[in-house]
Structure formats: structure tokens, C-alpha cells
């Protein structure tokens, strides 16, 4: 597959090929195509070449991914085919590079295979922080299976302190009306009061 730019400035006769090849693989029962080199021609030669690494889809499908490049920051998928060749001069970025080789039909790209990986540091950083998340309420489930109950630690208590002790020994009346200066009062009897111990 050959673009063909002509002359751009010195460049005469400006040419980026890219050489596609298909196989078939037995273990998805369908052919794949990959982008196996990238040429760059001006001048009527070839002057870099580039061999291409993880560029490829089902044949039915396209290509496509946000850069192509042989820089490191784009995570250069074109590298230099030698170490003695002019590609080493050259630094070559596609943005938003989409291809297919094969099975074009009404001069459209078929559904599109991205390079995007699925363990992106995003996606792998969500995982994570979920495996923690699982771990913390595992943890925090094994604390409440554990808890041991506090009902031995209640107790129901007189206190002397607030409520003196009553000589009669009248048990079944609970109140008993005190003499006074003309008035009636009642004091009770028996009284106890609640101490929770925690």
C-alpha cells in the first residue's frame, strides 16, 4: 500500500509504503493481517525502513491507533529495520492512524481493532484499589463474626449510696406513707437502679 505525496520541499517524489501481509491462524479460524514494514522512498530510492511490531487485526477488520511512531514516548511500534540504515536519521509519528489492506468494501474502513491495551495503567490502578477495598471489609466482616457479646457484663445493682436500706420487713407493699407536720408523703421501698459495666 503506497502513499504517494510527490515533492515536498528537497523531497522529490515523496513515497510511504507500507508492505501488509495475511495469515491465517487455526486458533481464531480466520485471517489476520499485519503491517510487517514501513519504507520511506524520496528521490526515486529508498532511503529508512521501518519494521512494524503489534500492528495487526483480523483481516475483516481495520487497524487503527492514536499514534503510530518510532519515538519511545508514542511507544515506538515502527523500529529501525538495522542498525546500519538511514531510519535512525528519521523520526516518523502518525496521529490517528487507521489502515486495512484487505476486504475493503465501498471504500470504507471496516469495524476498527484498537492498539489500546487492556491493561492500561488506569485499568490496572482500578483493580488494584478494588483488590484493597475487598481485603478492608474482609477484614472488617472477620471483626463482626468475632465480636464476642457484652451481655456478661450487665448487671443489675442496689446502690446503698443513693437509697438506704428499709427495716420492715413488709415485703409485698411498696410504698409507705410517712408522718409529718399534717402531710402525707410516701417513700419508696426496695428501690434499685441499673449499671451497665462496658
Not at 538495522?82 to 486495512?100: G, P, Y
Request: aromatic share 14%; hydrophobic share 40%; net charge neutral.
Amino acid at each position: 500500500l503506497s502513499l504517494k505525496f510527490g515533492d515536498i520541499g528537497n523531497l522529490k517524489g515523496l513515497v510511504i509504503r507500507f508492505l501488509l501481509t495475511t495469515s491465517y491462524y487455526q486458533l481464531s479460524v480466520q485471517n489476520w493481517f499485519s503491517l510487517h514494514r514501513l519504507q520511506l522512498l524520496y528521490n526515486h530510492s529508498i532511503q529508512a525502513t521501518f519494521n512494524a511490531t503489534r500492528i495487526y487485526a483480523p483481516a475483516s477488520y481495520s487497524y487503527h491507533c492514536e499514534h503510530v511512531s518510532s519515538l519511545q514516548r508514542y511507544d515506538a511500534l515502527l523500529i529501525p529495520s538495522s542498525a546500519n540504515d538511514l531510519s535512525k536519521l528519521w523520526e516518523v509519528t502518525f496521529i490517528d492512524f487507521q489502515i486495512q489492506g484487505f476486504n475493503i468494501q465501498e471504500g470504507h474502513f471496516a469495524y476498527a481493532k484498537d492498539c489500546a491495551s487492556f491493561f492500561s495503567p488506569a485499568i490496572l490502578m482500578g483493580l488494584v484499589m478494588s483488590l484493597i477495598l475487598l481485603l478492608v471489609l474482609a477484614y472488617a466482616l472477620h471483626m463482626l463474626i468475632h465480636l464476642k457479646s457484652l451481655d456478661r457484663h450487665y448487671e443489675c445493682k442496689a446502690s446503698p449510696a443513693y437509697f438506704a436500706q428499709m427495716k420492715d420487713n413488709d415485703m409485698g407493699d411498696e410504698k409507705e406513707p410517712l408522718r409529718s407536720s399534717g402531710n402525707e408523703s410516701y417513700e419508696l421501698r426496695n428501690q434499685q437502679f441499673h449499671k451497665i459495666y462496658i
